[in-house]
């Protein structure tokens, strides 16, 4: 757990995810496309990965744990938070208040 809380304190926005995950793939992607630069830890290339996956599942409360997401250091929650704050208008505020972006 203090792997993780650390990792998403230091950086705008951090989404833990596996290589394989669609759905992490396409979260990053819509990152990038407004201009964040995330942190991305692919839970299964880190020899730590297990561990912290539980630690996200019990944070988030289901499982598969992945991705998630946090921002400003504060979870967010999986791809269906981000997409519906995206579609509301809520995302680039919430990005520009983490410091990810700047316009």
Not at 9 to 21: D, E, M, P, R, Y
Not at 22 to 31: A, D, E, G
Request: charged share 20%; with cysteine; net charge positive.
């Amino acid at each position: 757990m203090d792997r993780v809380t650390k990792l998403a304190s230091q950086h705008a926005v951090v989404i833990f995810g596996t290589s394989s995950c669609c759905m992490s793939h396409t979260v990053t992607r819509l990152f990038v496309d407004l201009g964040v630069n995330p942190t991305v830890s692919e839970l299964d290339n880190d020899p730590r990965g297990k561990e912290m996956e539980k630690a996200l599942g019990k944070l988030l409360g289901r499982n598969p744990a992945v991705p998630a997401i946090f921002i400003g250091g504060k979870l967010v929650g999986s791809t269906d938070k981000i997409m519906s704050l995206h579609l509301s208008g809520n995302l680039v505020p919430m990005l520009r208040n983490a410091g990810a972006i700047w316009v």
